[in-house]
């Protein structure tokens, strides 16, 4: 991973020409991005979503969403919010933000409404009439089970009359924070970014298979990192319930968690977003064994700027890297959510380590021979990660998700 990331810095053109910032001490709410640390924001131009627009005005690319449902965790910023404008823009007939009710998250839907949702309008060539997307916002706070599980209860009803959600994106997540709890006892990254995202899932699986059973396929697409690289194997006491301070503190450094192997808030983060990734193999294998017509997918953004990466734990060293724009970076979920030649089992991620087009790593469940050293995602495709993290997240919740 790391020599990933070396050769796209010295393939940089602006290696040497980015400012250090000092991260602003925020509580850890859902940030919804998934990046490597903070990039420098300060009188620094707009990066270019000239990628995202290329595939957003390419029907071949990102074909018209007309009759399907979609839900979103995390869509305040950022990613969330590109995946977001992308439904609508391909006008999904239903497009669901669940976030945790906020000033930001009334502030976000206003601005979706009034910059991307537009009215019924009639296509002069063949007179057939495009329906504009219902766009609505459901309060669901990730470190809340209670909250997930009412999530859940009004996204089926949401869907109901269009018999069933054709995707759900588990977007949402936070980065690098402290080392407590949230009120159901469990660190607050491993829950806010995969145990509930799991609970979410497992609830909403009746939609997503109704929905697959009407139209011929469904999806299920679970947002990762590139720090799922930085563990090898998951480990079931990030999974259970236990004292603040217990999983490593908040002292250690990025180099010594990463080198040396001491555990901190970098190493609790790699955990949870090797979990998200190892869960959509393990679903995808689950459905296959079924042959059910719902994908499980797995995305990664690469380096993606977006304006909520305030972290206290952040390492300066990652404003060297080559960065993109959210937009950007929003693609490589909107091919596991919308793209036509998607199949279950892919997790896809920049082409460049950092930034690029969207490619896959894995395809089908099978690593594939890309970067340096002969593919990334040994973690994510190994068995024994896949089966923990599954009977972890079913232990933690007292739960059995039956695919």
Known sequence: FLSSLLRDIICSHNLFKTTNTVATVKTCRHRHHHTMGKPSTEQQPPLSEDLYLSYLNNDDLLPPLTGKTVAITGTTSGLGFALARTAIVKRASLVLLLNRTSDRSA??????????????????ETTTTTTRTVLRSIDCDLQS??????????????????????????????????????????????QTNMLSHFLLASLLYPSVREAAEQRGEARIVSHSSSAREMVKKLEEKYFTQCHGGSLGGNNASFL??????????WVRYSQSKLANAAFAMALHHKLQAIESKIKSVACEPGYSVTSLQDTKHFVSVMNLFPKQ??????????????????????????????????????????????????????????????????????KALGIKFDV
């Not at 009412?150 to 994106?169: F, K, M, Q, W």
Request: net charge negative.
């Open 107 to 124: 502030t976000s839907e206003e601005k979706l409404r009034e910059s991307y949702l537009h009215d019924e309008e009639e296509d002069a």
């Open 145 to 190: 089970f209670d909250s997930v599980k009412s999530a859940a209860e009004a996204v089926t009803e949401a869907v109901r009359p269009y018999h069933g959600l054709d995707v759900l994106c588990l977007n949402a997540g936070i980065m690098a924070c402290d080392d407590i709890r949230t009120k159901d006892g469990f660190d607050v990254q491993m």
């Open 256 to 265: 010594s968690q990463f080198l040396l192997g001491k555990e901190g808030p």
């Open 325 to 394: 724009s959210a937009s950007d970076g929003s693609l490589n979920a909107a091919m596991s959510c919308f793209g036509p030649d998607t199949d279950s089992g892919d997790l896809f991620a920049p082409a460049n380590v950092a930034t690029g087009k969207p490619i896959k790593v894995v395809s089908k469940g099978i690593r594939q021979k890309t970067g340096w050293i002969g593919g990334t995602d040994k973690g994510t495709c190994d068995a024994e990660n896949q089966k923990l993290v599954w009977d972890a997240c079913e």
